[in-house]
């Protein structure tokens, strides 16, 4: 069972560098979401999306970017990586409304920006 | 806007012992849902346990178990029989059930199981 697949699980930027995080699930879950944990913050939530072809911004949008082109797959885009980007980025999916159910997430890519 | 406050940065506990975190939350809800979520080492984010506002009565999972206390919006989580493989950060989360059904998380507390 795959689950929720992020790649890469690690990258090094330079500021201004430009990079994309790809999430992957097979379990056919509406939901997907992008957060990204710092050190006693917790998980903040990015991005969201509730289907195929559609966004929402989350609690930090500013400086990054989301597609959901296929159902199964959530994309997070940096355009012009920052320090304050330094962060370890979760995604997660789930099923859609009316499920009570758990967040599915995965392994986290670690992102340092020099 | 909905927060969820764990005032217990770290934590540790002996092995086979007891330990409790505490969480708590604000809204003006009355339906929602909140979880508990395990942080090993490994990075991988797994849930412990979850509870739903209307319920009652507390949520139990082996030995874990919770304490809510719907009017002091309150969602402890007692660990009974510490074990070392529980050692890691623990966020508790708060979900209103809505369209996107978005969840808010703690800041969480590390937990250490001492041998």
């Known amino acids: 069972n795959a689950g929720v697949t992020q790649t890469p699980k690690f990258r090094v930027l330079k500021t201004g560098q430009s990079m994309t995080l790809l999430c992957a699930q097979d379990?056919?879950?509406?939901?997907m979401y992008w957060y990204r944990q710092d050190p006693g913050m917790g998980l903040r939530l990015i991005h969201y999306s509730v289907g195929e072809g559609t966004t929402a911004k989350g609690e930090v949008p500013d400086g990054y970017n989301v597609s959901r082109l296929k159902k199964q797959n959530f994309l997070l885009g940096l355009e012009s990586a920052a320090p304050s980007q330094t962060s370890v980025y979760f995604c997660a999916s789930r099923p859609g409304t009316g499920a009570a159910g758990e967040l599915f997430f995965g392994e986290g890519s670690r992102l340092t920006v020099l | 806007a909905q927060t969820v406050t764990q005032s217990q940065p770290e934590m540790s506990v002996q092995e086979a012992e007891t330990v409790t975190l505490s969480c708590t939350y604000d809204?003006?809800?009355?339906?929602?849902?909140l979880f508990w979520y395990k942080q090993p080492p490994s990075r991988q984010m797994i849930l412990v346990i979850r509870q739903e506002a209307y319920k009652q009565q507390n949520a139990t999972e082996n030995r874990f178990s919770v304490n809510f206390q719907k009017a002091a919006k309150s969602f402890s989580l007692k660990i009974s029989d510490s074990q070392l493989g529980d050692t890691a950060m623990y966020f508790c989360?708060?979900?209103?059930?809505?369209?996107?059904?978005?969840?808010?998380f703690g800041p969480g507390t590390r937990l250490s199981v001492l041998p």
């Open positions: 989360a708060f979900m209103k059930p809505y369209y996107g059904q978005n969840f808010v």
């Open positions: 379990m056919n879950h509406e939901y």
């Open positions: 809204t003006s809800e009355s339906n929602y849902y």
